[in-house]
């Protein structure tokens, strides 16, 4: 009985060491799991903090826009009975303010009423805000290439649906409207895109990713004055 039981006694202690090796692993698997979890929220929650932030900033512009007009109307009236719309004005509250450049909308697509305030400068103004007329390139009604780029998201989910014919109006900060209609339309890779190179007519270049919510591609379209 004595040889039986010393020559059982091993047993234990690798039973033990087998119990400790699945604990270890169970628990390991345990956190590589919570860790693919957390790094999964985090990949989904960045983006959306970083949409719902140029929402609010874009909707800030928009109201500082509207907010001008005719309620900040400058320069001395013609005579007594001279009409408000004859004066100078300005469509943007804080004449100096870079990110407040033009209003874009779109009015063969009315049923969506997308409309959104292009600040002036480069692409690093697309971290915070949805829309940018890249500085440098041709302002609104005038000659050369005038390029608005833009974020589908949060605004324009459905902008893919604007093709060639269709109008879009962009209001400088005096207030003029300059519209432009739609002669082509492109969907293609961020390094294949090359209309945004200067023009000699006067013409507008709108940028955006696609598919909405992720930037595989870009579409692209091309718009003349009209009139």
């Known amino acids: 009985m004595a040889d039986e039981g010393s020559a059982a006694a091993p047993e234990v202690p690798l039973r033990r060491r087998r119990r400790r090796r699945r604990s270890w692993v169970r628990r390991s698997l345990l956190?590589?799991?919570?860790?693919?979890?957390?790094?999964?929220?985090?990949?989904?929650?960045?983006?959306?903090?970083?949409?719902?932030?140029?929402?609010?900033?874009?909707?800030?512009?928009?109201?500082?826009?509207n907010s001008g007009g005719s309620a900040t109307l400058v320069g001395p009236a013609v005579g007594p009975a001279a009409d408000a719309a004859d004066r100078p004005r300005t469509c943007a509250a804080g004449s100096g303010a870079s990110d407040l450049y033009a209003l874009v909308s779109f009015p063969s697509l009315p049923q969506y009423g997308y409309r959104g305030v292009a600040g002036d400068g480069t692409w690093d103004m697309l971290l915070h805000r949805s829309m940018v007329h890249y500085h440098g390139t041709a302002a609104p009604g005038q000659k050369g290439n005038d390029v608005i780029a833009f974020?589908?998201?949060?605004?324009?989910?459905?902008?893919?649906?604007?093709?060639?014919?269709?109008?879009?109006?962009?209001?400088?900060?005096?207030?003029?409207?300059?519209?432009?209609?739609?002669?082509?339309?492109?969907?293609?890779?961020?390094?294949?895109?090359?209309?945004?190179?200067?023009?000699g007519g006067y013409d507008l270049t709108l940028v955006t990713c696609t598919p909405w919510f992720r930037d595989y591609d870009r579409i692209v379209w091309r718009a003349s004055l009209l009139g």
């Open 31 to 65: 956190l590589a799991g919570v860790a693919m979890i957390a790094g999964g929220i985090y990949l989904i929650t960045v983006p959306l903090i970083g949409v719902w932030q140029r929402g609010r900033a874009d909707q800030s512009a928009l109201t500082q826009w």
């Open 151 to 199: 974020h589908r998201e949060p605004h324009f989910e459905h902008i893919d649906q604007l093709k060639a014919g269709d109008e879009v109006d962009i209001q400088d900060r005096s207030c003029v409207v300059y519209r432009y209609r739609i002669t082509g339309r492109w969907v293609l890779p961020p390094n294949k895109v090359t209309q945004l190179n200067p023009t």
